[in-house]
């Protein structure tokens, strides 16, 4: 009894290969290794290629080929696990060669993305980012679809084989998917619209994988979003409201993390989430601070800011998990010299929230200004407080003095240009 229940407790054992590390990489795919440990297995064995030769059967060098495949049985994996994207006709081959199941990069966080989702929107986008991915691969997914065989006559089409149903099945399903997305998209779109008309400013926690962005949000608003030290622990966007001053809030969005070589299906699963982080009015790009590699990761991010189209938003660098660091002076000064202007926090402590609330609040309501305003254009106080924010004002016998922010910048004539707010004033400047 004890040894079914500790047989069915057991990890899988894999077999990790790691592509030529380029340059200032670690040896090690340690980000494959955290991939795999949120996954839930256990590394027998990993294998670093020092270059890879393309051939037609494996993607490397036959010698190579074989010895990875020893080296697998020697270490008794359950399955080897390649860091770059296989073609599905390598993977079939390798699977053959070893006997044992052969899984690319994409396809982990695929499964990742799979576990994590906890959303209706979340679960139908990855459904639709691993049925267009194991289309091509219907052969090695096999007996991973868990399909039925038989079933009344006419259930097949006139000579149809088994994997010519499952395509058209998988075709059928991705159809379906897409049409649930499309009506989520449109009630998220409807709640953006509910937002909008509040005229709130709008930012979005955006990173890498990992970075500490729920629990930055959890320490600014008082969420309770899930916190865990492993990668893509949350998929699903949470807005909450942030307040600014005692008459502004903003919403703040924590959203999925970033990772290097991210599936494009996924990417395209998530459009409508991603969608949240491209019609922000501010990013908070989230750096973690203590890891090594955080200059590779502030890259990719960009990438797929980019990608989504989100690069043109104004971000402020918030360098996280700053207590961990705050003794390696060496360590400080690269991040100064790489962000100079970040922000640097603690999410466990909270060290550095107060700076980080003003440089948002500036960012999102503009800088305090005094103006002087005709009590005759009184209307425009209002407006002022309607889409601005008013720190003090004094109504005097021929004019409303006023310590106001307005979103964005007003010139020496006058002029505010803002978000929400363009009006001339000629007579209404700066003190």
């Known amino acids: 009894m004890f040894e079914i229940k500790e047989e069915a407790e057991k990890k899988p054992r894999c077999l990790l290969i790691g592509a030529p590390p380029k340059q200032n990489e670690p040896p090690e795919p340690k980000e494959l290794q955290g991939l795999v440990h949120t996954l839930g297995m256990e590394v027998a064995d990993t294998v670093v290629l020092n270059r890879i030769e393309p051939t037609p059967s494996y993607g490397i060098g036959t010698g190579k080929t074989h010895e990875i495949a020893d ?14 994207e296989l073609d599905p006709s390598k993977q079939r081959n390798w699977e053959k060669l070893t006997s044992i199941p052969v899984f690319d990069r994409n396809e982990v966080i695929i499964r990742i993305f799979a576990q994590r989702a906890r959303t209706k929107e979340a679960s139908l986008q990855v459904e639709l980012a691993r049925l267009i991915y194991s289309m091509p691969r219907l052969s090695h997914m096999y007996g991973d ?48 619209k509910q937002r909008a008309r509040t005229a709130a400013a709008s930012c979005a926690l955006v990173g890498y994988t ?15 979003v899930f916190v865990e030290d492993k990668l893509f622990a949350t998929l699903d966007p949470t807005t909450r409201k942030l307040p600014l001053s005692e008459a502004s ?15 494009h299906t996924l990417i395209d699963a998530f459009k409508s989430t991603l969608e949240e ?19 590779m990761q502030y890259e990719q991010v960009i990438k ?3 990608e989504i189209g989100a690069d ?16 390696d002076h060496a360590t400080i000064s690269a991040l100064d010299a790489a962000f100079p202007g970040a922000v640097k926090v603690s999410a466990k402590t909270h060290d550095g929230f107060e700076e980080l609330m003003a440089q948002i609040t500036e960012c999102l309501l503009g800088t305090v200004r005094e103006y002087s305003i005709p009590l005759e254009r ?28 307005i979103p964005g910048t007003i010139d020496e004539n006058g002029k505010a240009t803002t978000r929400t707010l363009s009006i001339a004033m000629p007579w209404s400047v700066p003190c």
């Open 312 to 327: 043109k938003i104004p971000r402020l660098i918030v360098l996280n998990k700053f207590d961990k660091i705050c003794s």
């Open 277 to 295: 982080t491209s019609l922000s009015n501010l990013l908070l790009l989230v750096i973690d601070s203590s890891d090594s590699e955080c200059m």
């Open 145 to 192: 679809l868990a399909r039925q065989r038989g079933g009344s006559y006419g259930a097949k089409g006139s000579g149809e084989t088994q994997q010519e149903l499952d395509r058209r099945q998988i075709e059928e399903k991705i159809i379906q998917i897409k049409k649930e997305l499309e009506q989520v998209a449109t009630n998220r779109e409807t709640q953006r």
């Open 71 to 84: 080296r697998a049985k020697e270490v008794q994996a359950d399955c080897i696990i390649f860091d770059w």
């Open 210 to 224: 990992n970075a500490g962005k729920s629990s930055l949000l959890n320490g600014l608003t008082g969420a309770d």
């Open 378 to 405: 009184a209307d425009v106080v209002e407006l002022i407080r309607k889409n601005g924010t008013i720190e003090s004002e004094e109504w005097g016998e021929s004019a409303v003095k006023l310590n106001a922010r």
């Open 304 to 306: 797929v800011l980019e």
């Open 249 to 263: 809030s903003a919403l703040i969005t924590d959203t999925v993390g970033f990772i290097s070589n991210l599936p």
